[in-house]
């Protein structure tokens, strides 16, 4: 099973900042990668899929980048709807998985 | 308007079975693979099964293995998770997901998710 493991778990930060996440996976995934995003009692919101390709809708500050085992999500400059958690998944092997979280907070 | 909707939710006593269903709406739901996923409260998110677009090829995270069994109904639009044998770590919502299939060796993610659906297995 390949394990992804976010960081970091919280990220406190200020409107207007930048945000940056990592999602390290323990064996290669290529691009096989998504990130998503999840507001207190909504489903998960696709964000980014192959790794850097923003999904239909997604405003132009969210940006993906990696391949092989680390990826980096950014988050340019934090709109005050942009604090959530946040979730990368592979889609290389199965099974399945997902990251653990990380949490982007108002500061 | 894209849409899943999930049902069959509820309190049920460890040992005991439910019947998910997702259904679809606004899309040509026979040309898309689709997920179960899961989110206990308080936690992150669990995948728990994948079935292709014509049934032809499943997949079941170990941990429902041999108890959950998913199918689905292209005419009906509909999508299904019959759980056995559930256990009290099974409560959680469950949440349906498309996943585009549009050209080989390129993943699209999970790009429409219904609501969820809630699975309580308690005494």
């Known amino acids: 099973e390949i394990v992804l493991t976010q960081s970091p778990a919280t990220l406190s930060l200020s409107p207007g900042e930048r945000a940056t996440l990592s999602c390290r996976a323990s064996?290669?995934?290529?691009?096989?990668l998504a990130w998503y995003q999840q507001k207190p009692g909504q489903p998960p919101r696709l964000l980014i899929y192959?790794?850097?390709t923003r999904a239909t809708g997604i405003p132009a500050r969210f940006s993906g980048s990696g391949s092989g085992t680390d990826f980096t999500l950014t988050i340019s400059s934090l709109q005050p709807e942009d604090f959530a958690v946040y979730y990368c998944?592979?889609?290389?092997?199965?099974?399945?998985?997902f990251g653990g979280g990380t949490k982007v907070e108002i500061k | 308007e894209v849409q899943l909707v999930e049902s069959g939710g509820g309190l049920v006593q460890p040992g005991g079975s439910l019947r998910l269903s997702c259904t679809a709406s606004?899309?040509?739901?026979?040309?898309?693979?689709m997920n179960w996923v899961r989110q206990a409260p308080g936690k992150g998110l669990e995948w728990v099964s994948y079935?292709?677009?014509?049934?032809?090829?499943?997949y079941y995270a170990d941990s429902v293995k041999g108890r959950f069994t998913i199918s689905r109904d292209n005419a009906k639009k509909s999508l299904y998770l019959q759980m056995n044998s559930l256990r009290a770590e099974d409560t959680a919502v469950y949440y349906c997901?498309?996943?585009?299939?549009?050209?080989?060796?390129?993943?699209?993610?999970?790009?429409?998710w219904g609501q969820g659906t809630t699975v309580t297995a308690s005494s």
């Open positions: 997901a498309r996943e585009p299939d549009i050209r080989p060796n390129y993943y699209y993610g999970m790009d429409v």
């Open positions: 606004g899309f040509s739901f026979s040309t898309y693979p």
């Open positions: 192959d790794a850097s």
């Open positions: 998944q592979q889609r290389y092997n199965w099974p399945l998985t």
């Open positions: 064996q290669s995934v290529n691009t096989y």
């Open positions: 079935i292709s677009s014509t049934g032809s090829n499943i």
